[in-house]
Structure formats: C-alpha cells, structure tokens
Antibody, heavy 117, light 109 residues
Framework: QVQLQESGPGLVKPSETLSLTCTVS????????WTWVRQPPGKGLEYIGY???????NFNPSLKSRVSMSVDTSKNQVSLKMTSVTAADTAVYFC???????????WGQGTLVTVSS | EVVMTQSPATLSVSLGETVTLSCVSS??????VAWYQQKPGQAPRLLIQ???TRATGIPARFSGSGSGTDFTLTVSNLQSEDFAVYFC???????????FGQGTKLEIK
C-alpha cells in the first residue's frame, strides 16, 4: 500500500521560503510522477506542479517563477520549495502520486502552512 | 486553461436518496476527468477516473458518466459516510495544467 507523508514548518514568515518534504513508502519514488497540490482554508484545490525522478517537471504557470521541486531517491522523498511567500500562500499542502500524468492517487494527509509574521 | 465548473455548490439530501453532481468543462476534454471525495480534515480520495471507471475499492453506488464538456457523478442509496465535498478534475491540458472544480458539498437534510 502506497503511503505519503508531508512534513515541514507549519509557520513561515512573509517573503521567506516555504520548504516541504513528502516521504513515500510502499512504492519506489523512481517509478512514478509525484505532485504537489494545495488548498487554502475553506477553498478548492490548486495544482502546484509535478516532478519525475529524472528531474523532469512541470509547474502551474501562476506559480512557476517561485516554485521548485526535487527528488531524493536514496530517501524516497520529494521536496517542494516556494520562494517569496505571502499570506495568499497559506494553505494545506498535499503531495500525491500523479498516475500516468492523469489523476492523483493516493494523497498524503496534508500539512497546513501558515504565512504570517 | 480549462475551467471546471461544478453545480450546485451545496446539496442537501437524505440518507438513502440518489444524487447527481454536475461538472462542466470550458473546453471539450473527452473523458479525461476524475472525481474525488474529501471529508473534513482529510485528503481527497480518488473515486472515478476516465469519467466512468471506479477506482480500486470504491463502492458500486458511485458512478460517473459523461464526455466532451458535461460530466456527472451519481451517488445512489446515500450512506452517512458519503456526506463530504466532491471535486472534479480534468487532465486534458497539454502542457499539463491540471484544474479542479470548486467542489460540491453534500450535506444531510
């Protein structure tokens, strides 16, 4: 059974960098695409981007200038970095497996990141 | 960018009823739609892929249909555990620009 677990600081100051890690168990990180999705409190879902183990990636155009992702195959982890955050970046951040570049399954439980001074 | 519009925003229904949720895409996307269920404080769970294929372990009371621009998720014989928010998602854009509908909340009448 594939399981994903997000981790990282729950509070980030405005203008700083948000850094999150997704640890995958039950599947090799090298076999699939991995993605990040966020959900502001009480709102809908927004695709952030995806990455493959070889480094190939794709990002939401609205976030592309501030987002990067990386893969650590030795730890079976995927990481997200988002620079110059503002209050608008406050959200629950989910990692998920992107099945054949189509749908998202399964998802991690999500981690709330609040941007505030 | 393909915009996904769900209706209604909220649906009040009773246990045992059958409900149909709507999702309309701004462009024709074939059957490249997935549906998810999200309960409070939980991650979304994949219900339907390719518009009508149930994901592994999803009960038969969940069914999806549609193609082109109009898609529906039907939940038959509503159970207490089905009260949640449901999202549709398209995966037709290239380069990939996955977008979600804003969600439909099923609440108990």
């Amino acid at each position: 059974q594939v399981q994903l677990q997000e981790s990282g600081p729950g509070l980030v100051k405005p203008s700083e960098t948000l850094s999150l890690t997704c640890t995958v168990s039950g599947a090799s990180i090298s076999s699939y695409y991995w993605t990040w999705v966020r959900q502001p409190p009480g709102k809908g879902l927004e695709y952030i981007g995806y990455i493959y183990y070889d480094g190939s990636s794709n990002f939401n155009p609205s976030l592309k200038s501030r987002v990067s992702m990386s893969v650590d195959t030795s730890k079976n982890q995927v990481s997200l970095k988002m620079t110059s955050v503002t209050a608008a970046d406050t959200a629950v951040y989910f990692c998920a497996r992107l099945w054949a570049l189509n749908w998202f399954d399964p998802w991690g439980q999500g981690t709330l990141v609040t941007v505030s001074s | 960018e393909v915009v996904m519009t769900q209706s209604p925003a909220t649906l009040s229904v009773s246990l045992g009823e059958t409900v149909t949720l709507s999702c309309v895409s701004s462009d024709a996307i074939g059957t490249r739609v997935a549906w998810y269920q999200q309960k409070p404080g939980q991650a979304p769970r994949l219900l339907i892929q390719a518009a009508s294929t149930r994901a592994t372990g999803i009960p038969a009371r969940f069914s999806g249909s549609g193609s082109g621009t109009d898609f529906t998720l039907t939940v038959s014989n509503l159970q207490s555990e089905d009260f949640a928010v449901y999202f549709c998602q398209q995966y037709n854009d290239w380069p990939p620009g996955y977008t979600f509908g804003q969600g439909t909340k099923l609440e108990i009448k």
